[in-house]
């Protein structure tokens, strides 16, 4: 079972644009991830987030994190062609689960 | 460096057939995961291996193994394939057993027929 799920669940953007997906999960952290899939294929880590962190920030990449509300927000900002995959958070807690994904798809 | 490498990319296996997946994890790194990719669904947790202890199991029914060798590769095996157990099969690594981010390998294709 899935203990993370996203939103939203596909996204379509101009290239320049700014991205925002969302993440809710269940159950307490040690840290939440997010990664990136291209074509089904293997997936590529991003960013990690401890659970006493509220937001960080990577290149382009900026998520923040609320523990108390146990969401988490992934800001992709001028977005490229390039950055056309899918995002998938994943909490690590006692197990690490997966959320369901978010296809986001750049318009050049 | 190489990468996660996993052997085979692509497998076809009948119903009821057994089958064995391989993983290499990047040199140095101790702990090895495995996850199920159905199509269209983010990936499930199966096992996690650290320094050749089993960490952790996900909800998967005993026909599922897997093990760690001493030099830290890792197989999964699958025992009386099902229909439903087509799908990809990934195997990440890290250098520790939590909190780090894990490196993926592009996976095993695997389709029961």
């Known amino acids: 079972s899935q203990q993370g799920e996203e939103d939203p669940q596909a996204l379509s953007i101009q290239e320049g644009e700014n991205a925002t997906m969302n993440c809710s999960y269940k159950?307490?952290?040690?840290?939440l991830q997010w990664y990136r899939q291209n074509s089904g294929r293997g997936l590529v880590h991003l960013i990690l987030?401890?659970?006493?962190?509220r937001e960080k920030h990577s290149g382009r990449l900026r998520v923040t994190l609320d523990t108390s509300k146990k969401s988490s927000s992934l800001l992709i900002t001028a977005s490229r062609a390039a950055d056309t995959a899918s995002y998938f958070c994943a909490t690590d807690g006692n197990q690490f689960y997966f959320g369901t994904g978010t296809s986001l798809t750049v318009i050049p | 460096d190489a990468g996660v490498t996993q052997s085979p990319t692509h497998l076809i296996k009948t119903r009821g057939q057994q089958v064995t997946l391989r993983c290499s994890p990047i040199?140095?790194?101790?702990?090895v995961s495995w996850y199920q990719q159905v199509l269209g669904q983010g990936p499930q947790f199966i096992f996690q291996y650290y320094e050749k202890e089993e960490r952790g199991r996900g909800n998967f029914p005993d026909r599922f193994s897997a093990r760690q060798f001493p030099n830290y590769s890792s197989e999964l095996n699958v025992n009386a394939l099902l229909l439903g157990d087509s799908a990809l099969y990934l195997c990440a690594s890290s250098p520790f057993d939590r909190n780090y981010g894990y490196t993926f390998g592009s996976g095993t294709r695997l389709t029961v027929v």
């Open positions: 040199s140095g790194h101790k702990s």
């Open positions: 159950t307490s952290i040690n840290n």
């Open positions: 987030i401890r659970s006493n962190e």
